[in-house]
């Protein structure tokens, strides 16, 4: 399955644009083996790689084009009409995507990059205080929650004065506005 179907088969469950978020986060750790890897492969650009994706540049403009889309939710489309033209949109950007690595990670780099689409979102929008989880329909095995403050590895980073050099090593680290937790992680501390 991928992220077109996943969307597709659980549009009825996105009210809030945070459970869109949470589909695709569930969807990358079913295809995701090794996070660390496909951060490094796929997501990461570095000036000294001989191989970096090619797709980077496309994939983000396609996060910043999701962004600006779910930032006009509130004033001029419904959330059916904004996972609609999402879906139009995944299929465009498969249609432009250069055969890089494994079909499973470049397929993979799609979801991640509307998930950093709704983080960019996330960063646009009022701080919103709330102690339950911001994705309200689709709770599978992922919730979605605002970071208030300075992420965790920004935080070290400027800690330990290594700005450009601390990477996450897990994708749900990876993001600035939003934290997520999994499912199973809190059913084991309970």
């Known amino acids: 399955m991928d992220i077109y179907e996943r969307i597709e088969e659980n549009r009825t469950k996105i009210a809030p644009i945070y459970d869109l978020a949470a589909i695709c ?10 996070q660390a890897l496909f951060l490094a492969e796929y997501i990461e650009y570095s000036e000294e790689a001989k191989l970096n994706n090619p797709n980077i540049r496309m994939l983000r403009r396609y996060s910043y084009e999701m962004m600006r889309l779910f930032l006009q939710k509130d004033s001029k489309y419904s959330v059916e009409e904004i996972v609609g033209e999402t879906l139009r949109i995944i299929v ?13 990670c470049n397929e993979a780099t799609i979801a991640y990059y509307l998930l950093q689409a ?4 996330a960063e646009n929008k009022a701080a919103e205080s709330s102690a339950a989880p911001l994705n309200e329909n689709y709770m599978e095995n992922s919730y979605i929650y605002r970071i208030h403050g300075e992420s965790m590895i920004k ?36």
């Open 118 to 121: 709704v983080d960019l979102y």
């Open 25 to 34: 986060y569930d969807y990358l750790r079913m295809q995701i083996d090794n």
């Open 155 to 190: 935080k070290a980073a400027v800690e330990l004065e290594f700005r450009d050099k601390i990477r996450t090593t897990e994708i749900r680290h990876n993001f600035e506005c939003i934290r997520i937790l999994e499912k199973a992680e809190l059913d084991t501390a309970a």
């Open 92 to 104: 465009s950007v498969r249609e432009k995507l250069i055969s890089y690595g494994t079909v499973i």
